[in-house]
Structure formats: C-alpha cells, structure tokens
C-alpha cells in the first residue's frame, strides 16, 4: 500500500507471503479478545471491529485464544469459542467482511491448562499450582493429550470451513501445550517430558493436526514465549533452540514471540507491559529467534507507533511486527500515519484499560477511545451546525466534549481555569509512572486546535459569563476535589493534606489511603520523589485494590522499589505528636508509625458542579460530564461525555430545547 509519507514506511509496506497468500503490510494484529463476541460466537459486533481495522490497511488479523474445550476462562460469551459447528456461519461473515477489505483473517486456537478456574479437569504437562487461580492442575495422561490434538483437529476443521486464511497455534502464556515446552512446568518421565525432542514432542502432534486440516495452502502459525520471566522458565536462548524444533518439519509458516506465564502473578501481567515498561519490550526475544530459524518471525509488546515499527523491521529485530493495543487506541493508525499524519493519532499511553477489562469478563475498554467496540458513525456530523456550545473544564471529559461537538459543528469554546488542559490526569502525569499520558491530554488539545476550538486557559467561568456568552448550550466538566476528611490531631508538628496539595520535601510522608485503586500509590510515588521516607497506609486488602491487575501489581512492584513502606488493612484513627495511631481494618494489631511530618489523605472525592446549578438558574441549557457529575476514573468520565453527547446527537432536534436560528457571534468578553 503506497505511503504519502514517502518511504518512511517502506519496511512496513513491504508485502510478505505465507503460503502463497499477500500479506499486504508487516504490520498485523495479533490474537487479542475484544470481548465482543455474542454468547461465544462472532456476531455483528466482533464483525464489524475487525472490519475496520482490516480496512487500515493491516496485513493480517488473528482471533483471541480461541478454546477447543469449553472453558471458564471464556464463560460469559464474549469471547469466541471453537467447540462445534455453530461458529462457522459467524467465522464465514467475519473472513468475508476482512477480506472484503483487503485483508487476512487467521484463528488463533488454545487449551487454557492450567489456567482454568473450575471443573475437575485442570490439567497440565506436569502437576503445577497457579498463583492466580490458585488452584492446581494435575497431570494430563496420554489418552487425555490424544483427545485434545483430535479437539484441536476439530477446531481447525470449522476454521477451514468458515473460510479463515489460517490458524495460530499458541504455546504461550503456561497454557497447555506451553507447559510442554517448559523446563519449569514439564517434568513429565513419559515421552512427552526430558530433552528438547521430547518437550517439543506434543506441541508438535497438534500442529501436525491443525496442518492436516487447514490443507497445505492454509497459514499456520505458532506463538511461543521467548522468556516465560520465571525462575527456571524458558530464556531467550532456549526459546530460540525450541522454535528451530517446531519448524523443522516445514508445517509452520511463521513463529510468534511473546513472553510471561499466567499461572505466575507478575509473569502474568508482564507480558502486558503498561506504562512506563519500555516500548517494543520484547525486540530482543525475537531477534533471538530470529537466528534459529528460517521463517518469519514476529514481535509484539508495546510497539505504540508506525514509525517505531518501521525502525524494528529496518534493524532486522523482527520480520512482522504485532500492534493490538495502539490499534485499540486508534484504528486509524495506519492510513493516518501512512497520509503524513501520524501527530493526529490517538496515542495508546500503556494505561492497559483494555486488557483489565478483558480480564474482568467485560468487553474491550479504552482511556483514550471511547468508541472502541461501539457501532460507527455515533457522532452525528452536522447535528450542531449554526449553534454554541461552552464546555466549562479542560480535563479528559471537557477536551473529549469539545473535540465531539466541533466534529458535529458546534461552534466551541473550553474555558479551563487553570493555566495549563489536562485537569487531574495532568497532575498525575508528573508522577514516573504516568509520564506518558501527558502524551493523551496533549492529542486531545491537538485535535482541538486542529477542529478550531477557541480554548481559554486560566479563565475563571461564572453564571454571568455563561449569559454573557448565551450559548446554546453550556457543558460543565469541572471535575472532582477531594475530600476533606482530617483524623484528630494532638500538637501541630504533622500537617494534614490532600493530594493535589504541595507535598513536602523532606522527612517522613505517610499517604493515608481509604479511597482503593491507584490514587494512593500514584501520591506515594510523587512523595518519594522528595521525602526522605514514605509510608503507604491502605485500609483496602492491598494497596491498589479494586483497580486491574496489569496495572495494580507494577505499580505495587515500582513503588516497593521506591523505598516506599507499605501497610494493608489499617486504618489511620489519630495523630499524636509526631506519631501516627493504626487501627488493623479486621481488629489485627497495627503498631503506630513514628516520627511522620506530613499525612497525605486519599480519601475520596466529591463533584464541583454549583456552576451547573447557577447557570441552569439563569436559564441557561446545562449537561454535566464526567467527575462533576459523578467522581469516578478517567476513562470513566471520558466514556461519559461520549455516550452523552451521542445520545444528544442522535436525540430529536428538539432535545436539547435549544434553537438553531438566531445564532450570534460569541466571543470572551
């Protein structure tokens, strides 16, 4: 696909063919769930998200790890299961709609092992206890292997019939054929356990069965770990020798590398890196493998840009490289990129919104895009032509608001009373761990400028201003303050914050935690830039929780490497002097932390909306958006402002009780 770019994509574009099939970029989209599939099958929605990204131009796509074996894992129904012939009319509508497009369309097929949850049929390479489910998987017998192969066989059978270019087989991840390949988890006397042939042995049968199939013409992929990130697990340089054994008899048509394991806490969220991991954090696996074999190689793992795709493909680290998250973000990173745009992409900023959701059985979610999964064209154009809107906070919600109604050609204006967009989410990216979102809130000033929005900082807006104005309608997104929630004090030595307020340099900092996700761990890692001791009190189980775990365990990782002391389940009652009394959440003996000089309260927050009030008293036609309606996260109020100016936009003309005629000037006195 030719670039206007000129050649700064040229690797990207070069074309590339598996089994004699185009594959048009080396830029695809590797297996993910979006979670939008209907009671286990592709329907209209899980059609339509691969439909739009097929029409970017990418040069292939792979279902998420679709199960040949009824499994927990995917109970809910929003994730493909491959069990019988049901879900081939849907595999034949999802193949017509991407190759309409342009595009390939592969099944990545799976056995979860020991990764489920429930049932009596846990089973593995060898026995092995999963720290996340915290069950154990016994030993799968050879009866049991040859009836999964046959399920596999099945599986790769319907995708044949449903049309599909091909199918991935992965051995990633600790899943069953993964434990095969593992020294850690394979420790089998059979043989399907000891040396490299043997470890490799089983995975091998299912690809044989898978190939025979799919027929000769068909891809076949693999994906493996190139480091599972355990102790005793696979490393780089076993990974490389693994995949020269799973090639060589000519049945694999490319290997995908990936790395962690999900029977292991961190090595489970690893191989999500979220911010601030590095970008393209698993070049290094491929690169090894890449001198074992002769196929096709890909790489995947917070790749964030084209042109940082470009540069891995043009150092040889891979020969294909994998991109689900930034496409999630915006699906239109490849044409925009490729047209010369690539500042107008929506960033993906590694804040993993996405895959936590995934992992709570909920479909697709993103900070940044609150379209993802969501029928097109909800935003209608036009709808605001001839008529003003005034959106009161420069926050995430506020600048999403604004850049919508500009689209649907209201004439805009953000009054934002700080000095600098951004709300809250500005303030947390000075924190280590957020650096990069300060790349979204500056995409969403971007897209205003781009959009001619007439935005106004340090612009303190009132009731009288808004009539001033007389706006056709006024949206008020002036977001949350927290609460205010001292304990009793005896003496003044320990002052009493918040957490927007100064934290002192200096000393012992104590971050008093009541409020559960990030909040208090973000303020502990802003106060460990400058105390000289932090100590993290939570009243939650753990600090960070009811947030997802990609982002929860990291961050409890980071700021542990930070030096910052951390307390479960306690709860601050008193301060006296310089000491801070404890109260264990469960009646547990929590001793007083000593020699504090600051305690910083994440206690909660309550909206800022009087304006609203004020300015609906004026008469004055008023929504509010996001943490001034109700204090939640930021991709929470960004959804917000999303769903309800859609709905406004897709309302009777009338809806909004404004008229379109009579449309003055309007400018900031």
């Known amino acids: 696909m030719a670039s206007l770019a000129g050649d700064a994509y040229a690797k990207v574009d070069e074309e590339v063919r598996l089994r004699g099939r185009r594959l048009r970029s080396r830029v695809y989209l590797p297996a993910h769930q979006p979670g939008l599939a209907d009671d286990g099958l592709p329907g209209d929605r899980y059609v339509e ?102 399920l596999y ?96 008899s000519g049945e694999v048509d490319y290997v995908s590398v990936t790395a962690g394991n999900n029977t292991q806490k961190l090595a489970r969220v690893d191989h999500w890196p979220p911010t601030p991991a590095p970008l393209a954090a698993f070049r290094h696996l491929s690169r090894a493998v890449k001198t074992a074999v002769q196929v096709p190689v890909a790489t995947v793992g917070r790749v964030t840009t084209l042109a940082l795709a470009e540069e891995i493909l043009r150092s040889g680290d891979a020969d294909l490289v994998g991109m689900v998250r930034a496409n999630i973000a915006d699906p239109e990173l490849l044409p925009e990129s490729r047209a010369g745009r690539a500042g107008s992409v929506r960033p993906c900023v590694g ?38 809107a005034v959106v009161v906070g420069g926050g995430p919600a506020g600048l999403e608001a604004a850049r919508r109604l500009s689209i649907g050609g209201w004439r805009t204006i953000v009054l934002e009373r700080e000095p600098r967009l951004g709300g809250q989410m500005t303030l947390w990216s000075e924190t ?20 001619g929005v007439e935005v106004h900082t340090s612009a303190e807006a009132d009731a009288a201003l808004l009539t001033r104005l007389a706006p056709d309608l006024v949206v008020v997104a002036t977001g949350s303050r927290p609460v205010e929630a001292p304990v009793p004090q005896e003496g003044n030595e320990v002052s009493q914050i918040g957490p927007y307020d100064p934290i002192p340099t200096g000393g012992h900092v104590l971050v008093r935690d009541e409020m559960g996700r990030l909040a208090a761990l973000l303020t502990a890692e802003q106060a460990s830039l400058g105390a000289v001791r932090v100590t993290l009190v939570t009243s939650l ?67 800022v909306a009087d304006l609203a009030i004020e300015a609906r008293r004026a008469g004055l036609t008023v929504v509010t958006i996001g943490d001034a309606h109700l204090p939640r996260d930021v991709t929470s109020a960004v959804s917000h402002a999303a769903r309800l100016l859609d709905g406004l936009a897709n309302s009777p003309s009338d809806a909004l009780g404004v008229s379109i005629a009579g449309a003055s000037a309007m400018s900031i006195p």
């Open 49 to 150: 998200y691969h439909r739009r990204r097929a029409r970017a131009g990418l040069g292939m796509q792979i279902t998420g790890a679709t199960p040949v074996l009824w499994s927990e894992v995917w109970a809910g129904g929003l994730t493909l299961v491959n069990i019988d012939d049901r879900i081939i009319p849907g595999y034949r509508r999802l193949a017509a709609a991407v190759h309409a497009e342009g595009g390939l369309i592969l099944a990545q097929l799976a056995h979860v092992g020991a990764m489920e949850t429930t049932g009596d049929a846990i089973i593995s390479a060898s026995w092995t206890h999963s720290e996340i489910t915290q069950q154990t998987s016994r030993e799968a017998t050879p009866d049991e292997l040859a009836e999964i192969a046959e």
């Open 153 to 248: 066989r099945a599986a790769a059978l319907r995708c044949h019939a449903g049309d599909l270019d091909g199918v991935e087989v992965t051995m990633a991840h600790g899943m069953l054929l993964a434990s095969f390949l593992s020294p850690l988890m394979n420790r089998r006397t059979d043989r399907y356990g000891g040396d490299l042939d043997a470890r490799t042995l089983y995975p091998r049968e299912v690809v044989s069965a898978v190939r025979s199939a799919m027929g000769p013409d068909a891809i076949v992929g693999i994906r493996i770990p190139g480091d599972e990130l355990v102790e005793g697990g696979i490393g780089a340089e076993e990974a490389a020798v693994l995949a020269e054994r799973l090639v060589r």
């Open 351 to 388: 804040a993993n919104v996405c895959i936590n959701s995934l992992l709570d059985h909920k479909p697709l979610t993103c900070m940044a895009n609150p379209d993802v999964g969501r029928p097109l064209g909800r935003t209608a154009e036009g709808w605001g032509a001839g008529r003003r």
């Open 432 to 451: 280590p761990s957020r650096i990069e979102f300060l790349q979204l809130v500056n995409w969403w000033a971007g897209e205003c400028q781009r959009l």
């Open 541 to 607: 189980l753990y600090p960070g929780e009811g947030d997802g775990l990609t982002t929860v365990y990291p961050l409890i990782r980071d700021v542990a490497a930070r030096g910052v002391t951390m307390i479960d389940r306690a709860k601050v009652t008193a301060i006296d002097g310089r000491r801070v009394l404890l109260k264990g959440l469960f009646g547990e003996a929590r001793p007083p932390v000593e020699d504090v000089d600051a305690v910083v309260a994440v206690v909660g927050a309550v909206s």
